[in-house]
């Protein structure tokens, strides 16, 4: 689905940086999500929002931040990244309720 | 929050056989229940999806059956290919119609076609 792009794909960086991963729709989705997946853990909600300038708390929120200025945008921030924070993270979107979600391809983020 | 298990975490089957893959939920209330796969490297992408109002839904080579008094779910994929393997992931919730939140997904079966 072209229609869901994540960036950057690969990112290495080191204990305390800031982060930042992107993600982009092009379907007027109104709902978005972030993920991470880890080994024995699967995917993971960190956070979601249902529209521009309303997000909410998924299970694993804390050190992750996020906004919603415009529908098609959805960035993920680690403010002061740790080592419990590599993994891969997906973006995701949705119409709502139980409509499919589209997932991105991923960033795999590896935090030294 | 909705605890979700899935049975088996690996499920190796020769290549035309059959495989069957479990998720248990503990939430009596949900009743939207999707299977995604993800190959390797991969995003995850939605297979088959079924609603509490139906007890069975199929596609070509794959079905998915509710058992709603038991609070499971199964995937079942006939004829198996090379392609099928995959890890697979399950995701039971509540829609009360309009809105979202999230997916809990349970924590995925490896499926390993063996040619």
């Known amino acids: 689905d072209a229609g869901i792009t994540q960036s950057p794909r690969y990112k290495i960086t080191e204990t305390g940086r800031q982060v930042t991963l992107m993600c982009h729709q092009t379907?007027?989705?109104?709902?978005m999500f972030w993920y991470r997946q880890d080994l024995g853990h699967g995917l993971r909600l960190i956070y979601y929002?249902?529209?521009?300038?309303?997000?909410d708390k998924g299970e694993v929120p804390d050190g992750y931040v996020v906004s919603r200025s415009k529908t098609e945008n959805f960035p993920l921030t680690l403010e002061s990244a740790t080592r419990s924070q590599t993994s891969v993270y997906f973006c995701?979107?949705?119409?709502?309720?139980?409509?499919?979600?589209?997932f991105g391809d991923g960033t795999r983020l590896s935090i030294l | 929050g909705e605890n979700v298990e899935q049975h088996p975490s690996t499920l190796s089957v020769q290549e035309g056989d059959s495989a069957v893959i479990k998720c248990t939920y503990s939430?009596?209330?949900?009743?939207?229940f999707p299977w995604y796969k993800q190959e390797l490297g991969k995003r995850p992408q939605l297979i088959i999806d079924?609603?509490?109002?139906?007890g069975e839904k199929k596609d070509q080579r794959i079905a998915v059956t509710l058992n709603k008094t038991a609070k499971h779910f199964s995937l079942h994929i006939t004829e198996t290919q090379p392609e099928d393997s995959a890890v697979y992931f399950c995701a039971p919730r509540m829609y009360s119609g309009g809105g979202a939140d999230g997916l809990t997904f349970g924590k995925g079966t490896h499926l390993i076609i063996q040619p």
């Open positions: 079924i609603r509490s109002n139906v």
């Open positions: 379907w007027s989705h109104s709902y």
């Open positions: 939430d009596s209330a949900s009743n939207y």
């Open positions: 995701a979107s949705n119409l709502g309720g139980d409509q499919p979600q589209h």
């Open positions: 929002s249902a529209a521009a300038d309303i997000t």
